[in-house]
């Protein structure tokens, strides 16, 4: 492991593509669809929507799925996870993804101690955002699921220059600040030629346990107007519940904790929506493959 580390501080190894490759030849050996849970600013709730939409994928629709956590500063799906080693390596130097709750894993938090500040340039970034991806074995997958640094910049732009995405998930909180910066990440993804599969309203009302009525404490319907003005759908509503937080502090997702509660329906059917948009644009790109970049 530490010859990893220190060759991203020799700033050796792949440094990313050009952009100047087809989209058709920057897919990974054995994975089918690649998609991008963002968002365009932390504190929304995007990795908590990744790792639960990971799990549900895995778990609710049968499907071979991987998780790999982009957001090299501030890397959150080894606690999510309950994940705490390091990944092995295979004899050609690939690194293989630990596996929990039917999904398998990689993160820049398994390669690094915890609380270890990560205080690298931007270079070196894109190197282990290339790295995690054409570095690791991940074997046959249906969905690779990206849970993206927050904002819009340069390890945004390298995931997409570096893989071939299928599709971005917009995940935002209803409030307006979130959302302002929501409408600048997918206006990202499409001045790059990503499809939006669609918008996630992350804590979209608090339900009372005393009185069971519910609380929109950030607003309500905030993200269906503004995927709506963008011309996206909405496609999952999460309310905001404590055994999210708890399952996510623990590292047992809630789909997993409380798999028959309204909080893992809401995970499931944002699970459902996205097989479903991926199957509209794989039909899509059958009838015109000539928008396959």
């Known amino acids: 492991m530490k010859g990893f580390l220190g060759s991203l501080c020799r700033l050796g190894g792949i440094r990313g593509y050009s952009g100047t490759f087809k989209r058709s030849q920057l897919r990974l050996e054995g994975v089918k669809d690649v998609i991008a849970v963002a968002s365009g600013k932390g504190g929304v709730g995007k990795s908590t929507t990744a790792v639960n939409l990971a799990v549900a994928l895995a778990k609710n629709c049968q499907l071979k799925v991987g998780l790999l956590d982009a957001d090299v500063y501030g890397p959150s799906v080894p606690m999510m996870m309950k994940i705490d080693r390091k990944p092995d390596i295979t004899e050609d130097k690939k690194m293989i993804p630990i596996e929990n709750y039917g999904v398998k894993c990689m993160s820049m938090g398994f390669l690094v101690e915890k609380d270890a500040p990560i205080v690298w340039r931007g270079p070196m970034v894109m190197s282990a955002l290339a790295k995690m991806t054409r570095g690791v074995d991940w074997g046959n997958l249906d969905i690779l699921v990206v849970d993206m640094p ?3 910049g340069d390890a945004q732009l390298t995931m997409t220059q570096n893989l071939q995405l299928s599709g971005a998930l917009i995940v935002s909180t209803p409030q307006d600040i979130a959302l302002m910066d929501a409408r600048r990440g997918a206006n990202m993804f499409s001045k790059v030629d990503v499809p939006i599969l669609g918008f996630v309203e992350n804590m979209s009302f608090f339900k009372c346990p005393h009185c069971g009525e519910p609380s929109f404490i950030f607003g309500k319907e905030g993200t269906r107007n503004a995927a709506a003005s963008m011309g996206y759908k909405l496609i999952g509503e999460i309310p905001l519940e ?13 789909v997993i904790s409380a798999p028959d509660s309204v909080i893992s329906k809401a995970y499931g059917d944002t699970a459902q929506n996205v097989v479903s948009k991926l199957e509209e644009l794989a039909k899509e790109q059958t009838l015109h493959p000539e928008i396959n970049l």
């Open 242 to 254: 404590v055994d999210i937080r708890k399952g996510s502090d623990e590292g047992v997702p809630v």
């Open 150 to 152: 927050p904002g819009t």
